[in-house]
């Protein structure tokens, strides 16, 4: 027996030196440690908050991609919250664990999209873990949702652990993933081709056995929550959808004809409720025929990204006198 | 608890600690105990039907052995089995025969509304009963005594590392190494922890690696056309091969940390001439059970033709049930009985044997049969098999593009392909080699500045190269 468990100790402190130092290097090499990850890949963690942001954005993808506020930073303090497949209730948590960076009179643009309110409780979603790891890098504990001590140790100190070994090997080549969309433009063939997949999974993932749309009232209670905050802290919340191309658009009202009339149904009650501002972008001529603007049928790409942002700018932000 | 679980790296260490370090009249009890709390990691509810079965079975084989007449001994035999199999088949096959009566009904438009029962399958829930099963079959036939100790009955039946996706063990194997004194065995455990090491290789790097292309495919793959399909398909044969031999590895291993040796479960499966080695290496402890207690009982091989091979279909149509509740297993398992029934039929034994070329032929024929059929194992609905088959081929007068084509949709890059590569070449070469010798033991035969890089190797491997983040059960749990 002490030959046995002598021989394991030998082979585990080579297994951990090893382990120690290949991390160490990831960590050095590693672009999200220490530096801003804004727009930078789909781990971009949110760091280097400042203080006093005036303008800003919480969402999902659509808010990641959608918001480009490059041309305002020499005039407003701005900040991005938005990271992809992130989830309403996400979206109050991170503003809820900046709210002292939130300057008064503040515009906050807050990212609604088609997959906000329904589906599954995002906790019962296969992805939920791997998802769910980017937080501990930097929210409190209490804002994580099935807080794991475990995980925390292991994103914090281990993080070469925690990921895929593509992007550990890519990592340590000094070749960290830069998957730019926002650089791409779409082609119409590659649009159409992307629309049907993402329609079709959403459809799947957003009903029940037996066909009925899943009304997820965690994710509504949390946009509600996110505009009392807004308006505790002394900001202006503002409800947006981004543009998105027709063709998709289009294919929701003929798989789902009755999708709309739920979504929006959502959104009315939410305004009545709250007297929130709604900016619906959705099927704004100006962007859902216009494939440059977009690097798939939902996101728009920087050139995209830079126009929404001007039109909003011009339409909301200046025209109410808002900054 | 999964073998690839942070709480199973707590619970296997401290098991194998308290298990050498008390006397051997205790151990059957830590073992139940441990087994119990590994089964109720899952689901506390489901551990009174492991208990139900336990008992049900544990009494039936001692009235068994009582009883005087042999009419009395096929009742309690069939009483049991009704039992047994009862409790699998409402958990299990309840919903799959409702539906299945329903949607016959409505052939003649007669309209039912089915009878649904919301039930979480319980783990493992057709491994322990036909455990269960073949004791009392055993005991029946006289082959083996009644177990009187219930605790130690109870251990054999829940023995934790073969609990939830086998190997289905024997009561002569199993059942007298839980009662005998073991005293720790530096061969054994060694080889144990490399078996294990080797498992997780297979199951937590190329099976979970696999399986996210596989999922993305076949979670809708009616979005996909051509070479996409079939390299979903080539990926899920070795995936569910991986998933369940790394299970199967990692179990045996564990038994072995306790000085008990489990039997072999897989054996180089795709490095198989014909259908018939194929399934005398894969999933051995299944096959041998069919073989045991149904192939035998209907007369075998030792009957007519024509018998013969109604016995062979219905064997692997029932193996295919087992598998699960859908008319997808159930033809997965029919096209193996009648492949079987072909080759017995067209090929004469003399050529199982081959050499060279006409081997490598052979082997590359089953390989290629074994994936077409896993298409019915994989997919949702019949309709999904139809579709794969008719488009697997869609584009292939372009092969360039057919194949470009094929990669990017699965999503695959460069650095992946190249990984995977490697990967299952080193699982066909050690497989290969293991047909002629034991490669554990051949590597730890080998000098310290050999075998102690080739471990170290091995596990920085499973450190930095297994899948994380994404659900990672045993694709047999299921079952």
Redesign the interface.
Same mark, same amino acid.
């Given at each position: 027996m002490k030959k046995f468990i002598r021989n394991i100790l030998i082979l585990l402190v080579p297994v951990l030196i090893v382990t120690c130092c290949l991390n160490y290097v990831y960590k050095k090499n590693s672009p999200n440690f220490g530096t801003m990850g804004k727009h930078k890949n789909d781990d971009a963690y949110i760091v280097n908050v400042p203080d006093e942001i005036e303008l800003m954005c919480v969402g999902n993808s659509h808010g990641y991609y959608g918001f480009n506020f490059d041309k305002y930073e020499d005039n407003y303090v701005c900040f991005n919250f938005s990271l992809p497949s992130q989830s309403m209730s996400y979206n109050y948590r991170i503003l809820d664990n900046y709210r002292n960076k939130i300057k008064e009179g503040a515009c906050v643009f807050i990212c609604v999209s088609y997959t906000s309110f329904f589906g599954l409780d995002e906790t019962d979603l296969d992805n939920f873990e791997s998802k769910n790891k980017r937080y501990y890098h930097f929210l409190d504990r209490k804002y994580i949702k099935e807080y794991d001590f475990k995980t925390d140790v292991f994103v914090r100190y281990f993080p070469s652990l925690g990921v895929d070994s593509i992007k550990f090997i890519n990592t340590l080549r000094g070749r960290a993933e830069n998957r730019d969309y926002w650089n791409q433009e779409t082609s119409k063939d590659a649009a159409k081709k992307h629309g049907t997949h993402r329609y079709k999974t959403q459809i799947e993932v957003n009903v029940d056995s037996d066909g009925n749309r899943i009304i997820n009232e965690e994710e509504i209670k949390s946009l509600y929550d996110l505009i009392s905050l807004c308006r505790e802290e002394g900001a202006v919340p503002i409800l947006t959808t981004t543009p998105i191309l027709s063709e998709y658009t289009n294919s929701v009202l003929k798989n789902d004809p009755e999708f709309f009339d739920d979504f929006y149904g959502i959104l009315e009650q939410v305004q009545k409720d709250t007297g929130v501002e709604y900016y619906d972008y959705g099927f704004d001529d100006r962007f859902c025929f216009d494939y440059k603007l977009f690097f798939n049928t939902d996101h728009l790409n920087r050139k995209g990204a830079k126009k929404f942002v001007d039109i909003l700018m011009k339409e909301i932000v200046y025209e109410k006198g808002l900054l | 608890m999964l073998f690839n679980s942070?709480a199973f790296a707590i619970f296997m260490p401290v098991v194998f600690i308290i298990y /050498?370090a008390i006397p051997h009249k205790y151990r059957w009890v830590l073992l139940l105990a441990a087994s119990y709390y590994f089964y109720m990691s899952w689901n506390v509810k489901y551990v009174f039907l492991i208990l139900l079965t336990t008992g049900v079975s544990y009494f039936a084989a001692i009235y068994l052995q009582k009883a005087e007449s042999k009419k009395q001994k096929k009742l309690i035999l069939a009483a049991t089995a009704i039992i047994c199999l009862g409790v699998l088949f409402f958990f299990k096959y309840f919903n799959f025969v409702s539906d299945s009566v329903v949607k016959f009904c409505s052939l003649f438009a007669l309209k039912l509304n089915p009878l649904t029962l919301k039930l979480m399958l319980p783990v493992g829930i057709s491994f322990y009963t036909f455990q269960t099963l073949s004791y009392v079959i055993d005991v029946y036939k006289g082959e083996i005594q009644a177990e009187r100790h219930f605790g130690k009955y109870a251990t054999f039946i829940s023995f934790f590392p073969q609990l939830v996706a086998g190997p289905i063990e024997r009561t002569a194997n199993l059942l007298p190494q839980i009662k005998a004194e073991h005293k720790?065995d =530096?061969e054994q455990?060694?080889y144990g922890?490399k078996l294990m090491a080797w498992g997780y290789f297979k199951k937590i790097v190329i099976a979970d690696?696999l399986s996210q292309y596989v999922s993305k495919i076949y979670d809708?793959p009616e %979005?996909y056309e051509g070479f996409a399909l079939v390299l979903a398909t080539l990926f899920f044969t070795v995936q569910i091969y991986c998933d369940f031999s790394g299970y199967s590895d990692i179990a045996i291993g564990t038994a072995k940390l306790l000085g008990i040796n489990l039997m072999i479960n897989f054996k180089s499966p795709y490095w198989s001439q014909c259908i018939k080695e194929f399934w005398g290496r894969w999933h051995i402890s299944l096959s041998t059970w069919f073989r045991d207690y149904v192939y035998i009982p209907m007369g075998g091989s030792r009957v007519g033709k024509l018998r013969h091979y109604f016995n062979l279909i219905v064997t692997f149509l029932v193996s295919g049930l087992w598998h699960g509740a859908s008319w997808t297993f159930v033809i997965w398992g029919g096209i193996h009985g009648v492949a079987q029934v072909i080759e017995n039929a067209l090929v004469p034994s003399k050529y199982n044997k081959s050499t060279g070329l006409l081997w490598f032929i052979r082997v590359a024929f089953v390989f290629a049969f074994c994936s077409f059929a896993w298409i019915f194992f994989v997919s949702d609905s019949v309709g999904d098999v139809f579709y794969v088959i008719s488009h697997m081929f869609y584009g292939i007068g372009n092969p360039s593009s057919y194949l470009r084509g094929g990669i990017a949709d699965i999503g695959l890059?460069k650095?992946?392909l190249i990984?995977i590569c490697l990967w299952i070449v080193i699982l066909a070469i050690y497989d290969l080699i293991s047909l002629k010798t034991d490669v554990i033991k051949l590597i730890s035969d080998r000098k310290k500045v050999v075998r /102690?890089p080739a =471990? *170290?190797c091995l596990?920085?491997i499973i450190?930095?190269?297994? %899948?994380?983040? *994404?659900?990672a059960e045993f694709v047999y749990f299921q079952f």
């Open positions: - | 942070f /050498w720790f =530096y455990a060694s922890l690696t809708a %979005q890059a650095l992946p990984l /102690w =471990y *170290i596990v920085l450190v930095f190269f297994s %899948q994380k983040g *994404i659900a």
